[in-house]
């Protein structure tokens, strides 16, 4: 069955380069602009992988994570946070709050996927 | 980034990215204008650090990486003050607002793929680094490392490891699979797997989401060992990890080494020294200007416009026949000046937005103190006013709102009486019509008690007694000097200022301010400002020698009345019929002791003014000479203050012209047997006559 991966990302930029990768790679994507929205769209569907920024408007990602964490339907789902952190301190922010791994922007579409792979059963 | 792959829409991309760039530079603009005004909230920060940020992410993809070096500096400093590591002194903010324009010069310069000079901004980052390092010993300005793809160090040739491996239970919790861990290790090579279940708990006793197993790993591979690393990356802070090398080499017992960033390879811009190819295909959208520079120019230009004013005149006086290039050439001349003249303004028009932004802040603040649940709706804060006015509106504005919290709107539970929404909402809005700014303040509290206004009113002897007023003149009332209708003086409005000072203020600003209510569901406050200070289309208007102006905005209509629509009333001078309604008469002549023989309103040209908050009334003057914009010179600055008059202009033939002040005009003369009263006067008869008898 075809893998539900969400991607959520204040940039339209880095949702259409994500889209784009994952869709490519067969997967099925939907996009959210902010933590928020991604909640709702979680609220509505069944998700098998969750790709985060983490400095978003409205609600960010750790709040985001923590969230997906807290709630029932999406507490097992793999989250990978997409960052642009070279310093390493939101990459732990992010593992703390239940994240399951990290990509770092900028990313190449082969590296996204097999991260993809390597979290995503 | 190795974007390469076919079927990449790059350039798609690319395109995306610079309007989502346009976008957040606007934001940033915004936001730090906010920042510098002191208006920013704490999320303020949080927009300008957001901004930056995804500018420089996506900078990365595309490799732009001039773009990506600035604006890493740029986000640490954002960063640290975020983290209250620096204050946002004046200096800080001033700094931002250099880089911001910087950066908004870089995102430009790649869009149109033209190099900048290698020093580019260079002192814009120096500063900020020095504040950051200022900041703290450690702070990281430097810029981003170059994470080359590290520790490929290891032994060639197949390595044996044994890899201890016990996941706790955070790290199922975080959705990490030790079964697609253990896929990842095959991959590397030959793989033996050896469980240890000696903590498995008997069935009944199991947590589903605890980890009771651990593994040992003996690997064989050719990989580095850093790819061994890397499979744990995402889990090593969640499990006991022990990883080692056996074999021939020593025993080297390793803790995973710092892994690489995986991908991260942007480097410090060497920007490219070759001359720019084009010609900036995309300018800077805007340059920063001295204000008095601004000034100088809408001074010279009014100049240009009077002395434009006295050619024309002179060029009536010429025989078309003779001179028709001349004449042409005086025409062309008035256009141009007068779209200089709007292109001049329009520099200093600023949008409402920088004033319409403090008031949230206002509304929250006070709302807290009085223990009071309102929100502020803002609406046309794009509106566009005169710099000068912006900056006097703000004092005006803010007492309105404080007011309308204080006074207008009721505690929750007063509203919840009232069946209303326990939270009051204050709308603010800006609109521009017919050459004027409107701005309305309204909110859905308890409105004006017209009976409260009006007995306080004539309690101080503001109206008569038994007066008969409109319910709009009742309304108006608390316009009057000293007038307050709050029960108990608080601290908030009830400072002694009250609404008589704001409209002086809108009134020196060349504004009219009314107020609409409707008791137990609000009032509305409009406040109509001109776009300008400098300039104001006018009517020329002769009594006698003199020859006056008065601002086209307030005229209504100008008629020539029949003798009998004039009607002569004891105490108030003449009043006009007009459409079965009677509007005083107010000479012009006697106003200011002028010599005309044209003292019948028949004989001359009554003009109907609209006043602010006061009603209309009709002027009346010998004749009218014609429309013509002026520019308003201060009465007060180069002469002294005068009743009845708003300032003055100097006409094309050269001589000056007073500026009518139409408002103020009927305190002058109030027809109350033509006695002239230099003094504009307080006595509370004058309001009463004049609120009663205005529409």
């Given at each position: ?121 | ?385 005169d710099?000068t006015v912006?900056e006097q509106l703000n004092d005006p ?103 008589d000072v704001v409209k002086r203020n809108v009134q020196a600003l060349g504004g009219r301010i ?13 406040l109509?400002l001109p776009?300008?200070l ?78 602010d ?19 308003v010179?201060s009465l007060e600055a180069?002469?002294?203050a005068?009743?009845?008059i708003s300032g ?13 002040d139409?408002t103020h ?31």
């Amino acid at each position: 069955m075809t893998k539900r991966i969400l991607t959520v990302d204040d940039s339209k930029t880095m949702r259409d380069m994500v889209s784009f990768t994952l869709k490519k790679a067969g997967f099925d994507v939907a996009e959210a602009e902010d933590g928020k929205v991604a909640l709702n769209v979680l609220g509505g569907g069944k998700f098998d992988l969750i790709i985060t920024d983490l400095n978003m408007p409205n609600m960010d990602g750790i709040t985001l994570i923590k969230n997906v964490r807290a709630g029932s339907n999406h507490r097992g789902v793999p989250i990978l946070i997409l960052t642009t952190e070279s310093d390493g301190t939101k990459k732990a922010d992010g593992k703390n709050a239940g994240a399951t791994g990290w990509l770092v922007k900028p990313f190449s579409p082969e590296k996204l996927i097999e991260l993809v792979q390597r979290v995503c059963p | 980034m190795t974007t390469q792959n076919e079927g990449y829409p790059l350039e798609q991309f690319r395109k995306t990215y610079f309007e989502e760039c346009a976008e957040l530079l606007d934001a940033l603009q915004a936001n730090l204008d906010s920042l510098s005004n002191g208006s920013g909230d704490d999320d303020t920060l949080h927009a300008i650090f957001r901004s930056v940020h995804s500018i420089k992410g996506g900078a990365g993809a595309f490799g732009f990486d001039g773009l990506v070096a600035f604006s890493h500096v740029f986000e640490s400093l954002l960063d640290a003050m975020r983290e209250d590591k620096i204050p946002a002194t004046p200096d800080v903010t001033q700094l931002l607002l250099r880089a911001s324009d910087a950066l908004g010069d870089i995102v430009n310069a790649a869009r149109a793929d033209r190099a900048l000079p290698a020093d580019f901004a260079s002192d814009i980052r120096s500063a900020m680094q020095e504040v950051l390092l200022g900041a703290s010993d450690e702070a990281d300005a430097t810029p981003i490392q170059n994470e080359t793809v590290a520790a490929a160090v290891d032994v060639s040739g197949e390595q044996r490891y044994r890899i201890q491996f016990t996941p706790h239970s955070e790290m199922l919790q975080k959705a990490n699979e030790p079964l697609l861990l253990v896929k990842q290790l095959r991959k590397l090579g030959g793989l033996t797997i050896e469980a240890d279940v000696s903590k498995l708990p008997v069935l009944n006793a199991l947590e589903p989401e605890a980890a009771y197993i651990g593994w040992t790993f003996v690997l064989e591979t050719g990989a580095p060992q850093s790819a061994v690393h890397e499979v744990f990356e995402f889990v090593e802070d969640d499990c006991d990890l022990k990883i080692e090398m056996l074999g021939n080499s020593a025993g080297e017992s390793a803790e995973p080494p710092p892994s690489a960033a995986p991908g991260a390879t942007a480097a410090i811009a060497t920007p490219a020294n070759e001359p720019a190819a084009t010609p900036a295909p995309t300018p800077t959208q805007s340059i920063r200007v001295d204000v008095d520079k601004v000034d100088r120019l809408v001074n010279l230009v009014g100049e240009l416009v009077i002395t434009q004013a006295m050619l024309t005149e002179q060029g009536t006086l010429l025989p078309v026949d003779q001179y028709p290039a001349m004449l042409h050439g005086i025409e062309a001349l008035a256009q141009s000046a007068r779209e200089l003249q709007e292109s001049v303004m329009a520099i200093r028009a600023q949008p409402v937005k920088s004033v319409f932004a403090r008031m949230p802040r206002v509304v929250r603040d006070l709302a807290a103190t009085l223990h009071k649940e309102v929100r502020i709706v803002t609406a046309g804060e794009m509106t566009e006013i005169d710099k000068t006015v912006i900056e006097q509106l703000n004092d005006p504005l803010t007492h309105m709102i404080r007011n309308a919290l204080d006074h207008g709107i009721e505690g929750p539970d007063e509203r919840a009486a009232a069946g209303k929404p326990r939270q009051g909402t204050i709308h603010l809005s800006a609109a521009q019509r017919s050459g004027r700014i409107v701005i309305e303040v309204s909110d859905d509290g308890r409105g004006l008690n017209r009976e409260k206004v009006l007995a306080k009113a004539q309690d101080r002897g503001l109206v008569a007694p038994g007066a008969s007023l409109t319910d709009e003149e009742i309304d108006n009332l608390i316009f009057l000097p000293a007038f307050s209708t709050a029960d108990v003086v608080s601290n908030i409005s009830g400072r002694g200022v009250g609404m008589d000072v704001v409209k002086r203020n809108v009134q020196a600003l060349g504004g009219r301010i009314s107020v609409q209510s409707r008791f137990g569901h609000g009032s509305k406050f409009t406040l109509s400002l001109p776009l300008t200070l400098a300039v104001v289309d006018g009517m020329v208007v002769s009594v006698g020698k003199e020859t006056f102006i008065l601002p086209l905005t307030a005229i209504i209509e100008s008629l020539r009345p029949q003798p009998n629509d004039i009607h002569p009333v004891v105490g108030r001078g003449d009043v006009l019929a007009l459409r079965g309604e009677y509007l005083p008469l107010t000479y012009l002549h006697r106003c200011f002791a002028i010599d005309t023989l044209v003292t019948d309103p028949c004989q001359g040209i009554v003009i109907i003014v609209q006043r602010d908050g006061a009603g209309t009334i009709g002027i009346v003057v010998d004749e009218l000479l014609g429309q013509q914009q002026v520019v308003v010179k201060s009465l007060e600055a180069n002469y002294d203050a005068v009743d009845g008059i708003s300032g003055a202009t100097i006409l094309g033939n050269g001589r000056v012209a007073l500026i009518l002040d139409v408002t103020h005009l009927r305190e002058i003369d109030d027809g109350s047997g033509g006695n002239l009263k230099p003094q504009r006067p307080a006595q509370p008869i004058e309001v009463q006559e004049d609120m009663t008898h205005a529409a």
